[in-house]
């Protein structure tokens, strides 16, 4: 247990609280910290709480909302290791298609920018389709934490496509939502229009 690790005694911290009724009124091992239930958070409202269990941080803070509001903030020790750079992330959408693989292709010889696509394939930790904007973008989001600039390259060219439903979600329809996005989530969006230069020009600024 961290608290035996770091040996963070009563001199350091006061108490733990559990959401488990089996562990309320007993002791944690080692250190001998007395358990209460997590509403005593709202009854002291100590400045800060340190997570043992960061693992669950979303769903504790949902529990934990009216101490949150009261000004209490967790301390979060461990988490996953993420590597935070300088570089411009770019997301392409639709990567497989002609015009979406050339400009990765072209962006990806640049080694000051990160480049990401995303393909209609299920099994793709990029899936992102035209029907499921905003799920799909939200766990990219997830992933990659901060898009800088978005190429979408989904569009039907061929004007005979039997599918007219399709061809309004992916033409019309797509970039109106990619827009409301670019406000929601601060990137700067570029939307394939004629010629990949159009693309490649607008890159430049």
């Known amino acids: 247990m961290l608290s035996n690790y770091c040996i963070l005694s009563k001199q350091l911290l006061d108490y733990v609280v559990d959401d488990s009724p089996f562990k309320q009124g007993l002791y944690t091992p080692g250190m001998h910290l007395l358990i209460y239930p997590s509403d005593k958070l709202d009854q002291d409202k100590p400045d800060y709480a340190l997570l043992f269990a960061w693992s669950f941080l979303d769903e504790i803070k949902k529990r934990n909302k009216q101490y949150l509001k009261n000004g209490g903030k967790f301390i979060v020790p461990l988490q996953k290791l993420k590597l935070f750079n300088m570089k411009n992330t770019i997301l392409i959408l639709g990567k497989n298609g002609m015009v979406g693989n050339a400009t990765y292709k072209y962006l990806d010889l640049n080694q000051s920018l990160n480049v990401y696509g995303t ?3 299920s099994q793709s930790q990029l899936k992102f389709s035209a029907n499921k904007v905003e799920d ?4 990219i989001i997830k992933k990659y934490e901060k898009i800088n600039y978005v190429i979408n390259c989904i569009g ?5 496509h039997t599918d007219k439903k399709q061809m309004t979600e992916a033409n019309s329809l797509l970039p109106k939502k990619l827009d409301t996005l670019a406000n929601k989530y ?3 969006l570029y939307i ?4 990949l230069s159009f693309i490649l020009l607008h890159l430049s600024y």
């Open 119 to 121: 393909t209609r394939k």
């Open 136 to 139: 799909d973008f939200r766990k």
């Open 156 to 160: 039907i060219k061929n004007l005979d």
């Open 186 to 188: 601060k990137f700067r």
């Open 192 to 195: 394939y229009q004629l010629t």
